[in-house]
């Protein structure tokens, strides 16, 4: 016997639905074990980036002023760490360029900034022959 397009439809969504409660178990599963180290390392980089929680608003009661959470769920300071974190790692894929006889790529920002002179003790270090280095004048 041959199915209808409806029948094949509901197929489909059956499958997709039983795809979707399996991931949420999954995922459910992943929160009873792992909320706790999410928890913490998210708390980690809050911290390490400085993204402050959302001040609260302040309304006038019965009773005087009181502070209301205007963030309850965090949603905005998480989407602030993510942008602090989306920004830090656009920083390291800025393109790097090569010095001239050089074998190893340089930062395109250290790449522009002029040389500079190497300090006396590295100096007497990494001579091969023993010299007088200078001290600079104080």
Same mark, same amino acid.
């Given at each position: 016997?041959?199915?209808?397009?409806?029948?094949?439809?509901?197929?489909?969504?059956?499958?997709?639905?039983?795809?979707?409660?399996?991931?949420?178990?999954?995922?459910?599963?992943?929160?009873?074990?792992?909320?706790?180290?999410?928890?913490?390392?998210?708390?980690?980089?809050?911290?390490?980036?400085?993204?402050?929680?959302?001040?609260?608003?302040?309304?006038?009661?019965?009773?005087?002023?009181?502070?209301?959470?205007?963030?309850?769920?965090? &949603?905005?300071? %998480?989407? *602030?760490?993510?942008? /602090?974190?989306?920004?830090? $790692?656009?920083?390291?894929?800025?393109? !790097?360029?090569?010095?001239?006889?050089?074998?190893?790529?340089?930062? &395109?920002?250290? %790449?522009? *900034?002029?040389?500079? /002179?190497?300090?006396?003790? $590295?100096?007497?270090?990494?001579?091969? !022959?023993?010299?007088?280095?200078?001290?600079?004048?104080?």
């Amino acid at each position: 016997m041959r199915r209808t397009r409806s029948q094949l439809r509901a197929a489909q969504i059956a499958a997709l639905q039983a795809e979707q409660d399996a991931y949420d178990k999954n995922v459910n599963d992943a929160i009873k074990v792992a909320a706790f180290a999410r928890c913490d390392a998210v708390e980690q980089l809050y911290e390490l980036l400085d993204v402050q929680p959302e001040p609260p608003i302040i309304r006038d009661g019965k009773h005087g002023r009181y502070e209301v959470t205007s963030d309850k769920d965090e &949603a905005k300071r %998480a989407a *602030r760490l993510i942008e /602090a974190v989306t920004v830090l $790692l656009s920083i390291e894929e800025q393109p !790097t360029t090569q010095p001239v006889g050089s074998d190893r790529q340089v930062p &395109a920002q250290a %790449a522009e *900034r002029p040389p500079q /002179a190497a300090s006396p003790a $590295l100096v007497a270090t990494t001579s091969s !022959t023993p010299t007088a280095v200078k001290q600079p004048a104080a």
